[in-house]
């Protein structure tokens, strides 16, 4: 290991690993879809809501700064997600 030199008091620390955390809205996306007493999903893939309108009034608050559904699906879709018609 190199010695750092020596200067007026001031040490430069350099880290060479750089950590990857996923951005914080998909952590809380995350959490707030991640249910399976409720999720029918075996994969985990995919998630459906089903009533909207609760979903956003009751679960947004907990995770989220605002209570908009569709902003959530526009930040949803910035990162990739998208709406898949079911087979039926």
């Not at 996923?22 to 459906?48: A, C, R």
Request: glycine letters at 4%.
């Amino acid at each position: 290991m190199t010695p750092l030199p020596k200067t007026n008091g001031e040490i430069t620390i350099t880290m060479e690993t750089q950590i990857s955390l996923p951005m914080p809205f998909l952590t809380k996306s995350y959490q707030l879809v991640d249910n399976h007493s409720i999720d029918d999903n075996e994969d985990g893939s995919t998630f459906i809501i089903w009533k909207q309108t609760e979903f956003a009034r009751n679960l947004f608050p907990k995770y989220l700064k605002h209570s908009n559904f569709s902003s959530f699906v526009h930040q949803l879709s910035t990162y990739g997600f998208h709406k898949v018609i079911p087979d039926c």
